[in-house]
């Protein structure tokens, strides 16, 4: 199951963590109908990487201010973090094989 994300946790559980491993991370909002199709797809990518990766949700309107700061203004957006710092930024729909493929280069 993928991790949930906010602004009180993102700083420990995705900056310091992916100076570890690489952090996918999906922003989202429940209205947003790409965002339903995309957050199941999440939840298999994260069951399938275990604890090679950190794979997670954040809510773009519960966590405004790390939304802003990472400049996020479409949703879906998936940004693979790693050494602290963000990698790699995906914007709309990606099926499971693309996103391992984007972690994949990380591990």
């Known amino acids: 199951m993928a991790k949930v994300f906010n602004d009180e946790n993102f700083n420990k559980e995705v900056i310091e963590a992916s100076k570890i491993k690489p952090v996918?991370?999906?922003?989202f909002a429940v209205w947003c109908g790409p965002c339903?199709?995309?957050?199941?797809?999440?939840?298999?990518?994260?069951?399938?990487?275990?604890?090679?990766?950190?794979?997670?949700?954040?809510?773009?309107?519960?966590a405004p201010e790390t939304s802003s700061q990472y400049g996020v203004m479409s949703?879906?957006?998936?940004?693979?973090?790693?050494?602290g710092e963000p990698k790699e930024t995906l914007n709309g729909l990606h099926p499971k094989e693309a996103l391992?493929?984007?972690i994949k280069k990380y591990l």
């Open 24 to 27: 996918l991370v999906d922003f």
């Open 36 to 62: 339903k199709i995309q957050g199941p797809i999440i939840d298999e990518v994260a069951e399938e990487m275990g604890d090679k990766a950190i794979v997670g949700k954040l809510n773009t309107e519960e």
């Open 75 to 83: 949703i879906p957006t998936l940004i693979l973090f790693k050494g």
């Open 100 to 102: 391992a493929e984007v």
